[in-house]
Each structure stands twice: as structure tokens, then as C-alpha cells.
């Protein structure tokens, strides 16, 4: 798993309370990403990061929030939970960057907004 | 609007059969085109990728083809096994990684 971990694994939150997820690397990548994956969907890139404190919005980032403090962690903020953000959440970091470059991703956390 | 779409949802292939995977983009501007394998539980990993260059490319029992003029790239997996059964996903880059919505592929004994 290319020295990925997140967590928590599983989280059951309720509608409008804050979440967040954490995404602990060891490989020293600079780049970190985060997907969530839904059916019919594939994966979608919700932010990413290109070093400490340099972060980007990806393609679905409305509703969240990222922040990097360390070259490892990641961190997704949920800033008011709703249930169409119930979604399997991935990290995935890239030692090259954005162009040709493979994507290892993390076992993921399964949220669901109640 | 997905910007790369794959077909089929799913698969049902038995034993030692070949099942391709399909995937188109619209994006000429794409220059990277892996393919995921993912097993339930677990984060997508990645299997064999390509670049716009190259026509074919075979890893094992796995084999890319890519066609620039169609925009269009396919998975085959050639002698498939049961322990192949998972989740497949085509992708293609250029600045982030767009993904195909998928394939479940069940292989039977």
C-alpha cells in the first residue's frame, strides 16, 4: 500500500456536523490527492496537494476543505456534512507530480452522512 | 460530465476466456493512460499504463491497445484466472488523473 494509511477506516456521522480525514504518508511524495469513489462515477478527484501548504480544488472540492501542515499528512475537512457526501474516501500520493506519473492510493475510509 | 468513459459496467467471462475492457476520452491533450485493478476493501492499484506513443503495450498476461486517430484505449487479459475477478478502472492524465467509471469483472471457474 505504498505507505499510505488512512483514517478512521469507517466513519457514521450525522448531517451538518464537521468531519475530518487524515492521510498519513511515509514515502516523503510530494504530491497527495484526494479521491472519493461512487457508483457509476469511478473515482473523482477532490483536491490536491503540491507541497506543504500548497493545495489545489479538484473537480467535486464544493462542501470541503484540505490542509497540509507536514510533507506526510493530509488532512479532508467535511466543513457541514451532508448525505450526498456519504462516499468512500481514497488517498492516493504521486512522487512525480501531474503529468505521467502513477497514483498509489491508501485502503480508504467509507463515510456515511446519516 | 465524465471526461472518460469506459464500458462494460461488468464482466462474466469463465476460465482461460479474454475479457476487453473499453475506454474513450474526448481530451487530445491526455498523454497518460494507466489501468487500476481494485479488490473490494482495498485502494485501486496500478496495473500496466501507456502513453499516446506507443499502440500496444503488454505486461504479463495483461495487454494495453491504444488508438490516437479513435481516441480510444482497451484492457485485455489474456488466459484470465478467477483471482483476476475485481474492479477495473481505465484513467487518463494530464495536470490531475480522470477515472472511467469502471468495470467489475467476475471470473468463474
Known amino acids: 500500500d505504498a505507505g499510505i494509511t488512512q483514517s478512521p477506516r469507517h466513519k457514521v456521522t450525522e448531517t451538518g456536523t464537521p468531519v475530518t480525514l487524515r492521510c498519513h504518508q511515509t514515502e516523503n511524495h510530494r504530491y497527495m490527492y484526494w479521491y472519493r469513489q461512487d457508483p457509476g462515477h469511478g473515482l473523482r478527484l477532490i483536491h490536491y496537494?503540491?507541497?506543504?501548504?500548497?493545495?489545489d480544488k479538484g473537480e467535486v472540492s464544493d462542501g470541503y476543505s484540505v490542509s497540509r501542515s507536514k510533507t506526510e499528512d493530509f488532512l479532508l475537512t467535511l466543513e457541514s456534512a451532508t448525505s450526498s457526501q456519504t462516499s468512500v474516501y481514497f488517498c492516493a500520493i504521486s512522487g512525480v507530480g501531474e503529468n505521467n506519473s502513477p497514483l498509489h492510493f491508501g485502503n480508504g475510509t467509507r463515510l456515511t452522512v446519516t | 460530465q465524465q471526461q472518460v468513459k469506459q464500458s462494460p459496467q461488468s464482466l462474466i467471462v469463465q476460465k482461460g476466456g479474454i475479457p476487453i475492457i473499453n475506454c474513450a476520452y474526448e481530451?487530445?491533450?491526455?498523454?497518460?493512460f494507466p489501468w487500476y485493478q481494485q479488490f473490494p476493501g482495498k485502494g485501486p492499484a496500478l496495473l500496466i499504463a501507456?502513453?499516446?506513443?506507443?499502440s500496444e503495450k503488454k505486461e504479463g498476461r495483461f495487454t494495453i491497445s491504444f488508438n490516437k486517430s479513435a481516441k480510444q484505449f482497451s484492457l485485455h487479459i489474456m488466459d484470465s484466472q478467477p483471482g483476476d475477478s475485481a474492479t477495473y478502472f481505465c484513467?487518463?492524465?494530464?495536470?490531475?488523473?480522470?477515472f472511467g467509471a469502471g468495470t467489475r469483472l467476475t471470473v468463474k471457474p
Open positions: 481530451n487530445t491533450a491526455f498523454d497518460y
Open positions: 496537494s503540491y507541497g506543504v501548504k500548497d493545495t
Open positions: 501507456i502513453r499516446p506513443d506507443v
Open positions: 484513467a487518463a492524465s494530464r495536470g490531475y488523473m480522470r
